[in-house]
């Protein structure tokens, strides 16, 4: 059994549409354990620190811009294949590509509005974590 440990970020359009519930309740009923959850708004440097690695990117800018819009929920999910699992939950980036009943195919609006940020591999989790998170506030039953 591959215990790991994973970053999900509800946005600020699913957060604003009120449907933080909705994704946590999908995030438990798949067994994703909430190890840690907080719900707070990103400065702009929090924000461009998290994107850095996209910051040559044409959408930088307006990723920022969105994502610090609004409220985001910061959550680290705890579970067996978390990291993959989490992103089968959420579907592709693009909604417009998002298979029927993942997060992003039920609550994205755009590219850019995207409802979910989910780690895309075990060493960015781990990175995208420890960005958000002293150890002291993430409960791990691993
Ligand atoms: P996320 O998983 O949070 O990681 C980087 C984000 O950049 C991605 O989700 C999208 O929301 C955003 N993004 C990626 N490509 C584009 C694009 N072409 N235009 C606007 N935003 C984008």
Known sequence: MKMERTLSIIKPNAALDNNIG???KRFEGENLRIAAMKLTVLSK????????EHKERPF?????SFMTSGPVV??????ENAVEKNREIMGATNPAEAAENTLRKLYAKSI?????HGSDSLASADREINYFFDKNEVFSRF
Do not use: D, S
């Open 22 to 24: 909705n994704i946590v």
């Open 45 to 52: 440097e929090k924000a461009e620190g998290f994107y850095i």
């Open 60 to 64: 930088f800018g307006e990723l920022v």
């Open 74 to 79: 910061l959550i680290v999910l705890e579970g």
């Open 112 to 116: 850019g509005e995207n409802a979910v």
